[in-house]
Structure formats: C-alpha cells, structure tokens
C-alpha cells in the first residue's frame, strides 16, 4: 500500500482487483465465482519451486509491498454466503478476493422483488428483461482495505463499461473480510 497525507491508498490492491478481472475475462462470460489469497510476491518467491520461474533480476525488484493473487480451488455447490463462511486464510495470507458475475436491474425493477425470497428473485432477475450481466472483483486485506471492479458485460443497447470503487459491494466485502480474521 501507499500512503499519502489521508492514510493508507489501496493503489496496489485496485491494480490486483484490475489483474484478477482482466484474467477472468480471459476465459470469457458465463464463468463460476472464483476465490483467490493475496499473497505477498516476495512470500511466494522466497518458495523455491516458484524462484525457479524468475531470474535473479525479477527476485532483487520485487517490491516490497507487491502482491500476487493465487486462485483457489472451485468453491462448493452452496450458497456463497455459506461458502464464505466456512473460510479461514492462514497468516500468510494478507488477503483475499473473488471474482463472480452477477445481475444489475434498474431501480425502478426493485418494486416487482419485493415479495419473493431469494431464489424466486435471482431466477426472475436473470430472466428481467432490463438486466445487465456484470463480473464483479472484490478484494479486502487484513487491515481493513477493500477494491472493486466493476465490469458491465456490453450488449446491443450498451458498451461495455468498467466501474472501480472501494463500496461497489461492501456486503461482499465484509464476508471476505471476515474470512481474514484470525
């Protein structure tokens, strides 16, 4: 992290919602959620299976503060919520993220979930036809820092669109957060 005269900047933490997001784009639209542990770079180069990939070079100018995402295997057939809940990270893990597509509606679409349960309004939403279908990163480390990317999947009517911000999802980012406790 970087400071600045108003604390702690999540400069790096943006920047590897960013590369999470761009990889997951990679593998194109319709992908399941998936988890990754920020690892501090010099952790995992300090490992000699993965110094054996870099050079000496590469080794003497990583940053001291450099992160590196390390996705994780699948996450179980359950509500995410559940999921999540059932995560602890060890110490060296300086935090996590996820990366999963969800649904946008409009405000004026709120009116017609308001009597469903959760089910009935995902099943629903996904069938609205004002949608939008979005990949969401969030990432939070133990201090309490958080960063999210917003990508807008583009359609006939819209561009595609990237939104980043600290509170796209804080909901989100509380669960993640909590998985970092000790």
Do not use: K
């Not at 770079?41 to 870099?54: E, F, G, V, Y």
């Not at 990949?135 to 999210?148: D, T």
């Amino acid at each position: 992290m970087t400071e600045d005269a108003g604390g702690p900047r999540p400069i790096l933490l943006e920047a590897v919602a960013a590369e999470i997001e761009a990889f997951a784009g990679q593998a194109g639209w319709d992908q399941p959620p998936t988890l990754y542990a920020l690892v501090p770079t010099r952790t995992l180069a300090a490992d000699p299976a993965a110094a054996a990939l870099l050079d000496a070079a590469e080794l003497a100018d990583i940053p001291a503060e450099a992160i590196t995402p390390v996705a994780q295997e699948p996450l179980p057939a359950r509500p995410l919520d559940e999921a999540l809940a059932r995560i602890g990270w060890p110490a060296e893990v300086v935090g996590c993220a996820l990366c999963q597509e969800i649904v946008l509606l409009p405000p004026s679409a709120e009116a017609e979930f308001a009597d469903l349960a959760v089910e009935g309004a995902a099943s629903r939403a996904a069938d609205h036809p004002d949608r939008r279908e979005a990949r969401l990163v969030v990432a939070v480390l133990r201090g309490g820092q958080a960063a999210g990317i917003l990508r807008l999947r583009g359609t006939g009517d819209a561009p595609e669109d990237l939104l980043t911000g600290a509170d796209l999802a804080p909901n989100l980012a509380a669960a993640l957060a909590a998985t970092l406790v000790d």
